[in-house]
């Protein structure tokens, strides 16, 4: 049985980060769900690897740019699942032990250096703990953690294909 071909796999992981995303800003507008800094990581971090990934199939590249464009890409699920995590532990947190509210974005910038401002993110406040919206009774940090965690594994795939020498592209005759 032969695999896809590597630019199969990195559009098939395009098209899954572009259709979550555009669900996370049907949540945002249509929904009318305001995500919380956290949220917006994740955002952040979905965008980035829906674009290496889109790159990557545009490109079609060879055994090395394979390898890059897949580390990059995993490297953006794995800090995605990280950012999901930290986001379910806090929901279940009592939000009693959360900070009310966080300075403006604008604030953190100017005042905190770059690592004080994730410090802030990743402690948390009541803004992450509100579960406004659940399907399969799973809220949206928990289906954020199992994409971020479905295209690692999409990743190392890819990456074990690398590593045992299975030919990326299908041989010509």
Known sequence: MSLAPSRSLFLLAFMAGALTLGAS???????????CFLCQVQRLLLTTFALINLMAAIHNPGRCGTYLYGLASMSCAL???????????????????????????????ENLSFWQAVRSVFKGSVDCVEINWTLFDLSVPEWSLLFFVAMLILGVMQFSRLLFGQPLRPARH
């Open 25 to 35: 800003f049907y949540l945002e507008y249509g929904a009318l769900l305001r995500p």
């Open 79 to 109: 800090l995605g699942a990280v950012t999901a995590v930290r986001q379910v532990l806090l929901q279940n947190t009592a939000s009693d032990q959360l900070p009310e509210c966080w300075p403006s974005l604008h604030y953190m910038i």
